[in-house]
């Protein structure tokens, strides 16, 4: 089973970046889709971006565009997450996931989760 671990969670001021990294153990095959989910306080996990391993198509939920970037390292079997300019109520955990079935932007698709790393905005 592939052990995946996000890193790079840390408080961070306003109009600040975050960049956070997920990591996975063993081989990402190619038609593997690496995802990033996030969770507010309160809220349900929800998508924000998604790659394809094997060709490195990005996919994003629609609105976030522009504000997040997902890309991926090959050699280092990471990928990543980068927000610019951060607001106030861009705190959350995110989550690193894998799903071996195909592109989705539900959580319930991705069978495969890192633990979460806190992405924290202060002023």
């Known amino acids: 089973q592939v052990q995946l671990l996000e890193s790079g969670g840390s408080v961070v001021q306003a109009g600040g970046s975050l960049r956070l990294s997920c990591r996975a153990s063993?081989?990402?095959?190619?038609?593997?889709?690496m995802g990033w989910f996030r969770q507010a306080p309160g809220k349900d996990r929800e998508f924000v971006a998604a790659?394809?391993?094997?060709?490195?198509?990005?996919y994003y939920q629609p609105g976030v565009k522009g504000r997040f970037t997902i890309s991926r390292k090959t050699a280092e079997n990471t990928v990543d997450l980068q927000r610019n300019n951060l607001k106030s109520d861009d705190t959350d955990i995110y989550y690193c996931?894998?799903?071996?079935?195909?592109?989705?932007?539900?959580?319930?698709?991705?069978?495969?989760w890192g633990q979460g790393t806190q992405g924290t905005v202060s002023s």
């Open positions: 063993g081989r990402i095959y190619s038609s593997s889709v």
């Open positions: 790659i394809r391993w094997g060709v490195g198509n990005t």
């Open positions: 996931a894998q799903n071996r079935n195909g592109l989705s932007d539900a959580a319930a698709d991705y069978g495969y």
